[in-house]
C-alpha cells in the first residue's frame, strides 16, 4: 500500500490550530502577519513553507554523491566522512554562519571480510554471517580451528561465565572459549579470555530462544576473533565440539569531527541555548542515507532557513561523528563540556534529536519523554522533566497537521543519550529501523504489515532510493516547528502535563534504534 502524507491547507490548517492545545501555540511568540487580512497564521508557517522536500533531497542527493566517490561510505574515519564533514561546514558558511569544527580521536572499526563460523566435528554444520552469529565490535582477526570449551555457562541460572579470571582455571590455551552473555561487559569476557590462552571466543546469548546478537567490546581489546551467536548453537556446541572462527578486521586510532552552529540571539549575550543535533556519519557497510543522512540533511535545510533569524534564545545546530561506534561525538562533547565548560553546559535548556526521520517504511515516532508507553527499564531510560513536554509537543504538532503520530522507547540509544544523562531535557523523531511494523501501524500510517520499517538498514542499499520523501516532508516540518518553537519561548517546557501524553493509535514504538553498541553490554 502507497501511503501519501498531505499537508493541510492553510486554511484548514489554521481552523485546526484553534483548536488544539494552547501551550503548543504559546510556545512560539513570533507570528506571520497574515495576508489579505485573513486569520493569522501559525507563529511557524512561514519557516515551514520555506523548508523544503526539494531542499531537503538536494542535501541526501550531495551525500550520495560523496560516498559514491568515496567507496560507498561516509562512515567516521574514512574519507567519506571528510567530505561530508566538509559539505556541511561549506553550505553553513554559504548561509551566514560561523562553524565550529571540533576534533577528537576515537577507535575505528570494520569488517573486511564476511565471517566464517562452522562446527567441524562431531558432524558439520555451516553458520551464516549476520542471521546465526555477528561479529563483536573491535574483535580481533584470526583463522581458528580449535575445540570449543564451555566456560562457567550455568545453564541453569544466572550468569557470570566469563567476567572472573578464575572462571578459565583449567582452561586449555589454544581452544575457543564458549562464553554465555551476562553481568559483565562482553570487553571484560573476552579480554579474561584472551589472558587464558583462548584463540577466539563465541559469545551465546543469555536465555533459551534468544538470536544471535552483535555486541561491541567498547574499544579495540581483542587480539583474537569475537563473535555473538544464539542460545540454542551456544548450547549445542557446549557438549563437546570442534568449531572454525574466521574474522578480518581493522582497528585503529582515528580523527573524526563533530560539526556545531548557532544562530543569533535578539539580545546581545544571551546564554540559553536551544540544541538540536543529528549523527552524520554512516556505517561502514553503506552511504547511510536514511541513517542519518535524512536527520543530517534536515537540520542543515532547518539551518539554511533560519539563517540570519533572530531569536529570544540561542540556537545551537550540531553534527555527530561516530554514532554508530557509541555514540562517541555527543558524549566527546558532553564529557568535555563537564570537564572544561560547566558553566557552557548548564546553558542548554533541551535537546532534540533527529536520527532516521526517512524511513521507507515509516511510521510517524516521538520519543516517549515521559515513560506512559515505555516504562523505565532495560529498554527505556528516565526522561529528564522537560521531556514529557517537548513529547506533548511533538504529538500536539502533528495533530495539528491532521496526521497521526506514536511512540518510540526513550531509551538513550542515539545521541541524546549523553544529554539525558546530564539530566537535560530531550525529545526527538524516528521513524523505524529494522523492527517490524504491526497491522494496526500500517492502519494508522499506511505502507506494509509484516515488514521492516527500512528493510536496508545498515546495509549498502540504504542509498538515496531508500529515503521516504512524504516522511521526510512531515518530519522536516516538525522539525522546523520545533526549533523554532523553542528558540522563541521555552514556557511551554515548564507547564504540567496532566496524565500520559500519547499520540493516536498503537504506543508500540517503531523497534528500538539497535545500532551495534546499542546492545547491552552485558
Known sequence: MNHTLRRSSRSTRTAFLATVSTAALATAAL?????????????????????TVAGVMEHVQAFQDIADANGGTRASGTPGYAASRDYVVNRLRAAGYSPTVQEFEFPFYRQLEPGVFEQTAPTQRTFVDGTDFALMTYSGSGDVTAPVQAVDLNLAGTSTSGCEASDFT???????ALIRRGTCSFGQKVTNAQAAGAAAVIVMNTAPGSAAFAGTLGGPVATVPAIGTSYAIG????????????????????????IHAEGKAVKKGATTVVQSGAHL???????????????????????????????????????????ELGLLGSRHYINDLATNSPDKLAQIELYLNFDMIGSPNYGLFVYDGDNSAFPVGPGAALGPQGSAQIEKMFHDYFASQGLPSAETPFSGRSDYGPFIEKGIPAGGLFTGAEGIKTESQAALFGGQ??????????QACDTVNNVNRDAIDANSDAMAHAVLTYATSLESVMEPVTGDVHGDGTPSGGGLHDHEHEEPSN
Open 281 to 323: 556519519d554512516s556505517v561502514v557497510a553503506g552511504p547511510g542515507e536514511n541513517d542519518n543522512v535524512s536527520g543530517s540533511a534536515a537540520l542543515l535545510e532547518v539551518a539554511e532557513q533560519m539563517s540570519g533569524r533572530r531569536t529570544k534564545n540561542r540556537i545551537r545546530y550540531s553534527w555527530w561523528a561516530a554514532e
Open 170 to 176: 583449567g582452561f586449555t590455551a589454544g581452544n575457543i
Open 31 to 51: 507570528s506571520v502577519p497574515a495576508a489579505n487580512g485573513d486569520t493569522p497564521t501559525s507563529p511557524t508557517d512561514e519557516l515551514r513553507d520555506r523548508v
Open 235 to 258: 548450547e549445542s556446541l557446549a557438549s563437546g565440539a570442534t568449531a572454525r572462527v574466521k574474522t578480518v578486521t581493522e582497528s585503529a586510532i582515528r580523527k573524526t569531527w563533530n
Open 449 to 458: 504489515a509484516g515488514v521492516a520499517y527500512d528493510v536496508c538498514y545498515h
